[in-house]
């Protein structure tokens, strides 16, 4: 496609030959329309041209609409036999040439929010094609009618899948259909490796939910419908000799109303609301789940005492009330058993679940694409950000399941593995880490820690001082970043709607102590006071008073310190859009 930048509109020209109408987007308040040919440029301005790769949709803010098309991209695979792009890069066009008769409040806000559009620009993990479905599992593409094969991408896509389902919206309306292109964040890896004389090709893809969808501290358990932080399905995809093999997993915050919000400590306590709530929310979460998946079997993964443990036990109540025959919890306590080194313990989890996986089985297609096995049931796992327990443990089931579907094919003999193929279980572990990495960084702003036991099948040094430098990174992201990327998430999604109707105030703006409140400055002033305390207590055998200063400036940074530490909170950067639940 071509975007030309006229004065007054933008115009968005097919290039693939189809003479199709062009879509002409107004810069004064961002409405649509197709045209059939370009307009007349003026010989003085000649308008810019650039190419694009799609059109993203189009964001209403408080005066102005703002146009966002992907400018890069990359070619990374394949899905059942279609190109599968990557998003390289976003650019946002503003319409909002009707700003400059708004009033200045208006114009105020506006600033504050097209301000976010600039994270937006920024979001990781985005995956498109021209041609296929990405948000639907190679089962329920298969599982299609033929009505609803011939149906527009768009009108196919799952929605709590489909990342740009929001801003979609206003093209939806004007039944663009042309340009509507679905995207979806979350993860895609491949590799080829040969098993003797046969090639297999594995594909692994990560679809991350919207309804719940946020960084690592600010979006914690589930909503009151039942939707979870971080739900990411995650589908292994196997094609060997003209079989296609595939295996959902899923992932998800603990189904509780519960949050830890950040205040410059460490690790901020959990705190459950609404506790009354706990098994109306998991019924609500598992029934949504078993009507998309059919079985479900809940793994547990979080620490039995402390702070998870309390949060464990209440996630544990709530499913006593609604566990079924196709409904299972199992808490494991990886943590205690696999400890930070003895990850191969996993093994015990497996002895335990493996009648759930051989029951509820995988999707097998022939090479005639004839179903010869259908998936049944889905593992959930969650640990507490189920970003690495989670992905240790994902990535020990995926590897057991690939290894049944090869003995299925008679590739592998009864006790062969694939820790018998060198370079097919090095492609392997490396397919994991960087899918596991790949959830991590659009979650917590990090790659996942325990990478290296995936990635090389062992805890190392190296890997454990990594994980140490990036347990820092996470903190300082969730402490002084995230809330201001939780606001632009917000936004994107259509979890904040900006209405001009609505109370005027800019969502930026602080009010009372936290006005004044900033960690930097109050930082400043402790080491500036331990510094001149310590100037002081030098001084002292030359004068006594200087032990009075020393022991002033000493105790005006412990009580600045002791201040931070008792209002963290006010001191962290904190999402302005939504309140807190509690």
Known sequence: MRLWEFPDQYVIEPTDGSNGSSLAVSRVDGSMSLIEKLPESSSVRVPKIRTIFGVAGVLKLVAGSYLMVITERETVGSYLGHPIYKVSSFKVFPCDHSLRNSPADQKKMETEFSALLNIAERTPGLYFSYETNLTLSSQRLNDLGGESKVLPLWRQAEPRFLWNNYMLENLIDNKLDPYLLPIVQGSYHHFQAAIGKDIIDVTLI?????RRNGTRMWRRGADSDGYVANFVETEQIMHLNGFTA?????????????DQIVDLTYKP???IVRLEEAPRVAERHFLDLRKKYGA???????????GEGRLSEKFANAMQHIVSDDLRYWHFDFHHICGHVHFERLSILYEQIVDFLDRNGYLLLNEK????KEQLGVVRTNCIDCLDRTNVTQSMIGRNMLECQLRRLGIFAAEETISSHPNLDECFK???ADHGDDVSLQYSGTPA????????????????????????????YNNFCDGTKQDAIDLLQGHYIVSVSKDMTVPSQKKGLEAVASFPLALAFVLTGFFFATLSLRQVRYDLRHLFFSFLWAGLSVGIAAFVRANGRIFCNRPRLHKHRS
């Not at 325990?450 to 300082?476: H, W």
């Open 206 to 210: 990560a679809r991350r939910c919207t």
């Open 246 to 258: 595939s295996f959902v997993q899923v992932r998800g915050s603990i189904p509780l109303l519960w």
């Open 269 to 271: 306590k959990f705190e």
């Open 296 to 306: 479900v079997l809940a793994v547990d993964l979080v620490n039995t005492h402390g």
């Open 369 to 372: 694409g004839e179903k010869m």
């Open 430 to 432: 490396i397919l994991w």
């Open 449 to 476: 820690l325990k990478g290296d036991f995936v990635r090389c099948g062992q805890r190392t040094m190296q890997g454990m001082v990594k994980d140490g430098i990036n347990a820092l990174l996470r903190y300082y």
